[in-house]
Structures are given as C-alpha cells and as structure tokens.
C-alpha cells in the first residue's frame, strides 16, 4: 500500500504513526497480536482546537481507517461534542510492516537476539525451564533487556509465599503489574516457589427478603442498582466483582474470594448466603447476570453458569439494551473490537437464541448505556 500523497504535509498525523510504531517496539511478541491504542486527542492536538482543521485532520484519520491502517474508537459523549472527543486510535499488528514502509523505519536490531543472549547470561539463577521466558520477552520502560532478565533472576532468593503482584513489586523496582497474567511464566521459572492467588473481592448487597441472586458486571450500574436504580432489581441479592473473567475458576474457594457485605438483609441473610457461595452448590438459588450486551459479556456469562449452574441471562435488562441496540446501533462495530471472540454458545436460551445473534448482526453495547425502569 502506498503511502497517502498527503502524508508528509500532516506533521501530526506522521508523529502519531511515529508513535504507534515506537509502541510496536516497545511490544513483546505476544502482546503484538492485539490492537495498539493510543488517545486520539493527545497525539493529534488539533483536535483540540474544535475548528476546520480539527475537521480536516479527522476526515484524514478516517481515511487511514477506511484503509485499514487504524481503527476509531468513540467514545460515549453529549450530542455537542464533536466525534473524536474520548476517541482511541487502534493500529492493527497487519499495520506495523505499511506504517514502517510509509515512515521508512526498520525494525529495532536483534532486539529479540538481545532477550534470549540475557536470559541465556542468566539461566543458572532460575531453578526450572527457560524456554517460555526466551519467547516471550517482558518490557520495562527505561529498563535494558539485561537489567530485567537480572531482576526477574532475583525471585529465585525468595523463600516465603507471595502474590504475583508482590513478586512483582519486589523485583521490578515497585511496579507490582509487570507479572499479571505472567504466573504460567513463573511457575515454570520457579517451580519452588509458592504463588498466592489474590482474593477477589465480591460486592453483595442483600434485600430483606432476596427473590434470588443477580450478577452485575459493571460497578457503575450495581452502585446505581444499590441505590435503587432501576427500581426493578431491588428484590435480589446483587453480587459485584471487578474482573469477572479472570476470576470466574476461583471465585466459589474460600482462598480465592473475599465478601463483603451490604444491605438491609445482611443481618439475617449473609450467613446463608456466605454457606451457599462457598459450598460450590448449584442449586436451590435462582441466579441471573446482567452485563454488557457483546461478546465478552455472554462469555462471562457461559463462565458463570460453569460456576454456579442454571445461570441466565436477566431478560428485563437485556431487552432493553437490545432494543436500544436496534434503534440506536453500536457502540463499536464488531470488525473494530480488540480480544472479543465469539463464544457461540452460552447454554442460556435466551442468550444463545436472541442476544448473541443479534450481537453478531449489530455489534454492541455498553450496560450504562441503558437505565431498566
């Protein structure tokens, strides 16, 4: 694909395709599989200014997407914000190799030769197998390939159980993420070492008299719902935790989650509803979920009733967000979401019989767009 004729009058433009690249580098080979996303806003300033040029320089970006160079993100916003206000620019991983012929930037030297000669300089400090850590680099900001090798190394002195989030702190100069999603890695490196799981913390507000359990998957809308809004869930127990996906296999032990109480009906009810979590029954309790109406959100929802059985779909909120869906539209188109993969079935008819064709047809849609009355 050849570069647009205007490219290199657009000094904006080109640095923010600069920056999508320097992003590109930055990224170990696993996280190039996904969408790099950067604040539309921040790295086009015009934007700011609102006028004919901001309407110039976005009638540009949405050429690159139409080309397939980026993908726009819009964001919720009033009907007199112009449409690029809160909007992400996404650069697929098939953009990388345009966008370096475009800016005539090569590739960082051997950066990946470079990983594997420190972890290799390293390989008698870690107890286990390698090989997972020469695939897959880790990135610090400011951080060289050696002097990140050297710290991870420094795990092996720990004796005592910890999180991951506490090995990471301890190695990474106090940044306690760099190990998420990393436990397989070290495990492997480190198979002496005893790994905590963090203890998801569940939000339970309970009524006076529960009609059932009712999960939610956004905290905006199990605050609001709390309050009484909309007036249709105060009869159920309604249970809110944040990473819903992440946590959906340890959420019923006793070590992987922490309740936490709220509501006229804790006094009588917590107790009984504390026996039921915790002894993993699928039965005697009606449960429902209510979340965003999109891929990840049935996907919960298929985890749930993994977890606590006979799960469905809470149709009075999903009725209306369909609806809304429908008259409406998305708000992102499915060909333009980043890791959302279809889960073809729920085992909830509603769901796989309604909400997840219509998801297919239409795209989706955010829960606190909708207010259920």
Avoid at 68 to 97: Q, T
Avoid at 123 to 131: E, L, Q, R, Y
Wanted: hydrophobic residues 45%; negative net charge; aromatic residues 8%.
């Amino acid at each position: 694909m050849t570069a647009p004729v205007w490219l290199q009058d657009e000094p904006e433009i080109r640095a923010l395709l600069d920056a999508a690249l320097d992003r590109f580098d930055a990224l170990s080979g696993e996280a190039r599989s996904r969408n790099t996303w950067l604040p539309a806003v921040r790295f086009l300033p015009a934007l700011e200014r609102n006028d004919e040029r901001a309407d110039q320089i976005w009638a540009l970006v949405m050429q690159l997407q139409r080309s397939g160079i980026l993908n726009a993100r819009l964001a919720r916003r009033s009907p007199y914000d112009a449409e690029w206000v809160g909007a992400k620019l996404g650069f697929p991983a098939a953009s990388e190799e345009t966008l370096r012929e475009w800016l005539q930037r090569t590739p960082p030297v051997a950066v990946q030769k470079q990983w594997r000669a420190a972890v290799q300089q390293q390989a008698c400090n870690f107890s286990g197998n390698i090989d997972l850590l020469l695939q897959k680099r880790i990135v610090v900001a400011g951080r060289t390939a050696e002097e990140v090798v050297a710290a991870l190394a420094g795990l092996a002195a720990i004796e005592q159980p910890a999180t991951l989030r506490q090995l990471s702190s301890h190695a990474f100069w106090g940044d306690s993420k760099v190990l998420d999603d990393r436990g397989e890695l070290i495990a492997t490196l480190f198979p002496q070492l005893q790994v905590l799981d963090r203890p998801v913390v569940v939000a339970v507000h309970l009524p006076l008299a529960p009609a059932g359990v009712l999960f939610i998957e956004n905290q905006d809308t199990y605050t609001a719902a709390v309050a009484g809004e909309p007036e249709a869930l105060l009869p159920y127990a309604l249970v809110y935790m944040a990473g819903f996906r992440t946590a959906a296999l340890r959420i019923r032990a006793r070590s992987g989650a922490c309740l936490h109480f709220g509501g006229a009906g804790v006094a009588a009810h917590a107790a009984d509803f504390e026996s039921w979590w915790f002894s993993a029954s699928t039965q005697a309790r009606a449960a429902m979920f209510w979340g965003d109406l999109d891929f990840a959100g049935m996907q919960i929802l298929k985890s749930l009733r993994n977890r606590f059985g006979e799960v469905c779909a809470w149709q009075p909120g999903y009725a209306r967000m369909l609806a809304a869906l429908k008259q409406q539209g998305a708000r992102i188109a499915i060909e333009e979401a980043s890791g959302q993969i279809d889960p073809q079935s729920t085992g909830c008819d509603y769901a796989d019989e309604v909400l997840l064709p219509a998801i297919r047809t239409h795209g989706f849609r955010d829960q606190e767009s909708i207010a259920v009355r």
